[in-house]
């Protein structure tokens, strides 16, 4: 069974940072375009940002210059920088490979 690990998540003031890590298997990696997704309570999850395997990103209106994604191609890992963080960030992350695999989700929540 493929699985995502994501990481990093955590309470933060609002104004802050986190920083959020998924580790992919090698195979699943290579193949496909990566993605963070979030979902907040009573919402529908919705696609934050994307990166594909040569490294062109789409992003959120809402979260362009304030987060970042990135892959790591060496260590298999996929990251997302969330900076200038609002309440309305809060929300499960959940990091996807081609909306097939999908990890269990890391939470964020952002106090005002």
């Known amino acids: 069974q493929v699985q995502l690990v994501e990481s990093g998540g955590g309470l933060v003031q609002a104004g802050g940072s986190l920083r959020l890590s998924c580790a992919v298997p090698g195979n699943i990696f290579s193949m496909n375009v990566m993605g963070w997704y979030r979902q907040a309570p009573g919402k529908q999850r919705e696609l934050v940002a994307s990166?594909?395997?040569?490294?062109?990103?789409n992003y959120k209106d809402s979260v362009k210059d304030r987060f970042t994604i990135s892959r790591d191609n060496a260590k298999n890992t996929v990251y997302l920088q969330m900076n200038s963080l609002k309440p309305e960030d809060t929300a499960v992350y959940y990091c996807?490979?081609?909306?097939?695999?999908w990890g269990k989700g890391t939470l964020v929540t952002v106090s005002s």
């Open positions: 990166i594909t395997k040569l490294g062109n990103t």
């Open positions: 996807t490979a081609n909306m097939v695999y």
